[in-house]
C-alpha cells in the first residue's frame, strides 16, 4: 500500500513538475502567414493579452509562411512539445484536411488542442478602380469581365481562397477569375489597394479599416445575416440577402501545441488563453474589426477538438462540391 502511494506520489509530482518552470523562455506564437494579414494581427493582440496571465514571460509572433499555412502548421507539429513553441490558425486546420490530398502533419492527431480564440466574418471587397459600387454591379462586373480580372487569396487553403471558392461555384462562375497566391492577405491587401489585383475575400480584420479608409471597395459580407451591430460594416449586406442561398462563411482562428506537451503545461496555456479572451482591451480591439471573441465551450481544449473535427466534415462537402485539390 505504502509503496503504491508514494509511486502515486512520484507520478503526480513529475506531471506537475512541467508546469514549475514553465515558461522558462520565450513563447513563440507561428503564425503560417506573412505579418501584416489578419491571422498575424490576431496572434500580436492575443500576444500582448497573453503575457500577464503567463507571469510576464515574453511572447513573440514568428510568420512561417506559405503552401495556404501548412508550412507553419507541419513546423509546429514537428516542434518540441514543451509548449514554447505553439500555432495560431484559422478554419485552414478544417479546410486543408480536404483540399490537401497529402499533408504534413494529421490535423486531429498531431496537435494539442489548446482553445478557440475568435470568430470572424469576411467581406467581399475589390480594388477602388473597379466600375461597381452595390454588390449587383460587381456580381454583373465579375460576370462580364470575370476572365480579365485576378482574386488575391492566402494560399490554397486559406481562408481566401475557400471563400473565393465558394462564392464562385454559388454564382455559377466557377474559375471565371485567374487566382493569385500570396503568402497571406496582409501583401495581397497592398497589392489589392493598389489595382495590381480586382477582387478578394477576407476576414474584416483585415479589410474593415481599409474600407472605412476608401482605399477598397467593399461588396457584401459572407456571414448569414448582415452585421447589425458594426458601426460600418452593417451598411453591406450579405451574400445569402442577395440571393446565395445558404452562403455562411464564418472564419475562426485557434491556438495548438504539438502533441505531447505536458497536459499541465497545456492547462497552465489554457488558463492563460482563457484570461486574455476576457481583457477588455483585447475584446474591443476585435470587436472594433468585426470578430467576436470566442466565450462557448470552444475555448476548452476538448470544445475546440469536437468544433474542428465538425468543420472538417462539413467543409469537405463544400470543397468536394467545389471539385477543387490543392496538390
Ligand atoms: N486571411 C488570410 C487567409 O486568407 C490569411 C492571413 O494572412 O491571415 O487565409
Redesign the pocket.
Known sequence: MKKILAFALTAAISAGAFAQGFPSKPITLV????A???????ARQLAEAMRKPLGGASVVVENA?GA??TIGAAKVARAAPDGHTLLVW???MAATASLYRKLPYKPLEDFEYLGMINDVPMTLIGAPKLPASTYRDFENYIRANGGKLNLA???L???????GLMWQSAVKLDKAMTTIA???????MNDLIGGQVDVM???TT?TTAQIEGGRVKAFAVTTAKPLSTHKLLKDYPSLQEMGLKGFNLT?WHAMYAPKGTPADVQKKLNDALLVALKDPDFIKKQNELGAIVVTDNRVTPAGHKAFVSSEITKLKAAIDAAGEFAD
Request: with cysteine.
Open positions: 503564425v503560417p502567414f506573412a501584416g494579414g489578419p491571422t498575424d494581427l490576431v509562411a495556404g499555412g484559422h478554419i485552414g487569396h492566402a494560399g487553403g486559406s481562408a481566401s481562397h475557400l471563400c500570396y503568402r497571406g492577405t496582409g501583401p495581397a475575400c477576407d476576414q483585415n472564419i
